[in-house]
């Protein structure tokens, strides 16, 4: 297996190496989505003159995301393997990698969220109260979708910050086109199939980038 | 149906106080369009916000329907917001949501069925003259559009109270007397008790019954909007007035009059409000037998009826004229003021 590589062989690792990094870039977005809209809303809410304000908690959030989009992402993978651990029972494949994935690319979409947010005109929110609206209904019938397109275009950014997160997640053990390109590409001085993972990255980069782009156009009728 | 009293908010920024609404104290009876004008900076936006709490009262109380707004919990006060519809200067629509499910976003709020709003939205649809335009998104209307779409907001919940927050102050003059004409229209179809606030004397002519002066967060004046035209006390009500009729002093323009019409008699008419009367000078020609020559003046139409002044010549038999001034004075509610009797 160390000497000779199969072209047939190679594809098939290939095709399993790209099914891994769509597979954490997706699964990773899902909980980036979930846990950064929840982040961004904190802040935004908390934030002074918010519906929910509060120092404490905001600075406490604010802390929160400020410190890990501070630390680098590999090593934060480093930092967060007794956690994985405890979380998912191993520390290899690409399971592993969704913890800190996701700890990693929440608080930078956080931040989106709160600016995209932050953007929605105050005066529909404040309409809104006058019509008697529960906070509940002001976040999930006004805030959200107002701000929509600014939170499609903050997850695109995000997806493609996470492929690249994918790939060094991947250098550790991860698998996905990371791992693939560096240990059968770059330890075995086969700098074809560098060639290739980087290829197949760019174009998985391309088409999130048109699908958001795609989305974000659609749904704003502004 | 309102009664606010001693209303007072102060602001506080960096431990400076500033007091936005003083002390106020007003009735606003059911049905009618109260109109509340002032400069920027009056406290009158701050005002018409404490009234449904979007501001909240640093004290003082306000009734509506003998409900005691600033006594409410947060839940009752969503409750009771259901009941007051609000327009704004920006109309703050959804930019999401078609014309047709903006209009339906307050019955949502107040968790009516899917069949019954979209009953209601028709409905509304009608009455603010949007038919057509039910999926258009707000960036495709124009300003009065828009506002159109505000006020069918606003009415959805079938509000006995209509608070508007410079509503047309964003939309051209003529965009503006359509929308004050549909105010009006819903006034008196529904029976709605509105309250506005402008800067522009011109809305309060048009539309408003009784209008209050705010000046530094006060009432310095308020009353019948035709007595305030006629009788106006204070110095920034007599601003706002000449804002509609012009500059009020006239005594080089009369003096003007005087010397350049040297014959018969001219006399100043004033009109204070009766609709009864608008033929006066055709009357007044056909019934004498003297010449009326128009010279100067300026009539406007208030919701209680004509307001302004005529300058008019007349020319005939002293006695003749003498007759037509005491057939004004007697039969009708235009004042009379002789400026130059016949040489």
């Known amino acids: ?222 | 149906m309102i009664s606010i009293k001693g209303l007072q908010k102060i602001f506080t920024f960096d431990n400076k106080q500033i007091t936005a609404v003083d002390q106020l104290s007003l009735d606003i009876q059911e049905g009618e369009i109260f109109g509340v004008i002032g400069y920027s900076g009056a406290g009158k936006s701050t005002f018409i916000r404490l009234l449904n709490r979007l501001e909240e009262p640093t004290e003082g109380s306000i009734q509506i329907n003998n409900q005691e707004i600033t006594q409410l919990n947060k839940k009752d006060l969503r409750i009771a917001r259901q009941d007051i519809g609000m327009i704004f200067q920006h109309f703050n629509l959804l930019w999401s949501r078609t014309v047709k499910d903006n209009i339906a976003f307050p019955l949502e709020i107040a968790g009516f069925p899917t069949a019954e709003r979209e009953k209601r939205v028709q409905e509304l649809i009608d009455l603010v003259g949007l038919s057509g335009k039910e999926n258009a998104y707000p960036s495709q209307l124009s300003g009065g559009q828009k506002q159109r779409v505000g006020i069918a907001r606003a009415l959805a919940n079938k509000p006995k109270l209509l608070l508007c927050d410079e509503a047309t102050s964003a939309l051209d003059p003529e965009t503006t007397n359509a929308i004050l004409d549909l105010l009006v229209d819903i006034n008196e179809k529904l029976g709605l008790t509105i309250i506005l606030i402008t800067h522009e004397m011109h809305v309060i002519r048009k539309i408003c019954n009784r209008v209050a002066v705010m000046e530094n967060g006060r009432i310095v004046e308020q009353g019948d909007v035709l007595d305030v035209f006629l009788h106006p006390q204070q110095t920034v009500t007599k601003k706002f007035v000449e804002q509609v009729m012009g500059v009020a002093d006239e005594s080089e323009s009369i003096h003007h009059l005087i010397n350049t019409y040297n014959e018969g008699r001219i006399i100043r008419l004033h009109f204070i409000g009766e609709t009864t009367n608008q033929a006066l000078i055709s009357q007044v020609a056909k019934a004498y037998p003297i010449d009326i020559n128009i010279l100067q003046g300026k009539i406007t139409q208030t919701q209680r009826g004509a307001y302004g002044t005529l300058f008019v010549q007349l020319k005939g038999d002293s006695s003749d004229m003498e007759e037509a001034v005491t057939f004004i004075q007697k039969n009708t509610s235009v004042e009379v003021e002789v400026i130059r009797d016949a040489h």
Do not use: H
């Open chain 1, 1 to 222: 297996m160390l000497t000779n590589l199969f072209p047939a062989l190679k594809l098939e690792e290939l095709w399993q190496a790209t099914y891994e990094t769509f597979y954490m870039t997706i699964l990773a977005l899902v909980g980036t989505f979930i846990f950064g809209i929840l982040l961004g809303l904190l802040l935004y809410l908390t934030m002074r003159g918010g519906i929910w304000e509060n120092k404490f908690i905001n600075l406490i959030v604010a802390s929160f995301v400020n410190i890990f989009r501070a630390i680098p992402f590999i090593i934060l993978i480093l930092l967060l393997f007794p956690f994985t651990n405890f979380l998912m029972g191993t520390i290899r494949g690409p399971n592993a990698a969704l913890p800190a994935l996701i700890i990693g690319a929440a608080p930078f979409y956080g931040r989106l969220v709160e600016i995209a947010l932050k953007e929605v005109d105050k005066g529909v929110v404040e309409a809104s109260k006058a019509m008697g609206a529960k906070t509940r209904t002001i976040i999930f019938r006004v805030l959200l979708p107002e701000s929509m397109p600014a939170l499609i275009s903050g997850i695109t950014v995000t997806a493609i910050a996470l492929i690249g997160y994918t790939a060094m997640a991947g250098v550790i053990g991860a698998g996905g086109l990371g791992n693939y390109a560096y240990y059968f590409g770059f330890q075995r001085r086969d700098f074809d199939v560098v060639l290739v993972c980087t290829i197949v990255i760019v174009v998985i980069v391309f088409i999130f980038q048109f699908i958001g782009d795609y989305i974000a156009n659609k749904i704003d009728k502004r």
